[in-house]
């Protein structure tokens, strides 16, 4: 994402939601403390009548614009969870199938428990701790690569599970790496400062009233702005996913 960004998803999410409501708290002073006085006057009737119905567009599209990336954020990563399962359920394929082949060929199922050993360690061990810090490349592993030469000599059952597990890691790595472009987070603050002002300057001859709807508007802003920095990085995080099902299967593939 960005360094200030990822520092702060790195958090616990109780920090998070501290910090977004304090950054989203100083703005709503500022407009409180010194822009709203500055456009209404002292008494807030310099504009004259502020009609609500300015403060509801605004309103709206911030809403809706919310709505667009919140639902970019999710779909990205319900992708990216998806695609962590069907990585780990192809390699487990891969052993059954191993497995199958036991008696009539065992030289096939140790030197595949022993490849999907190795590429299942990699992942969790190497290539996830890249995830969290953007890093990881979608080139192939060596372990997958070797992976895939073995796997090309053997049925075509292996074959299409390997190239599964190829599928999803490519999905996870882009997937998973995939932030937010700068043009929206800009846009989604700007609305959001241009939605306190609308609410001030609405209020503007009301100080007392204005503290009010200012708190209440800053804390759903900040809410929404939690849920989408807690969902923007599925490998960042208290939700952040973990290679357990990878781990499992290390453990079994290493086992005689």
């Known amino acids: 994402m960005y360094p ?7 958090m616990p999410t109780p920090f998070i939601a501290l910090a977004l409501l304090g950054l989203w708290g ?6 409180h403390r010194f822009v709203v006085p500055r456009l209404c006057g ?15 567009q605004i309103a709206l599209a911030f809403g809706l614009l919310i709505s667009f990336n919140a639902i970019w954020v999710w779909e990205r990563s319900d992708r990216v969870r998806e695609a962590v399962m069907q990585e780990a359920s192809a390699l ?4 059954d199938e191993a497995d199958f082949a ?7 199922r140790r030197e595949l428990y022993t490849l999907v050993a190795a590429y299942a360690r990699h ?3 190497t290539e996830w701790p890249e995830l969290t810090w953007s890093r990881a490349s979608i080139e192939r592993p060596a372990p997958l690569l070797a992976l895939r030469r073995f796997a090309a000599g053997c049925s075509d059952e292996i074959r299409a599970a390997v190239r599964r597990a190829d599928s999803a ?6 997937e998973g790496q995939l932030t937010m472009p700068r043009s929206r987070w800009f846009i989604v603050f700007a609305l959001g400062i241009l939605t306190l002002v609308s609410i001030g300057s609405l209020h503007g001859d009301a100080p007392r009233g204005r503290v009010l709807a200012l708190t209440l508007v800053t804390l759903a802003i900040s809410f929404c702005f939690v849920v989408l920095f807690v969902a923007g990085r599925p490998f960042v995080g208290d939700y952040a996913l973990q290679p357990d099902a990878l781990r499992a299967i290390a453990q079994r593939a290493s086992q005689p």
Do not use: H, K, N, Y
């Open 42 to 56: 002292p008494d807030g009737r310099r504009l004259g009548r502020f009609e609500a119905e300015v403060t509801s």
């Open 123 to 125: 992942l969790s061990d």
């Open 169 to 174: 890691r490519e999905t996870r790595v882009r």
């Open 4 to 10: 200030i960004a990822d520092a702060v998803l790195r």
């Open 102 to 108: 036991a008696d009539s060929r065992p030289e096939i």
């Open 26 to 31: 100083g703005v709503a002073f500022v407009v």
């Open 92 to 95: 487990e394929f891969v052993l």
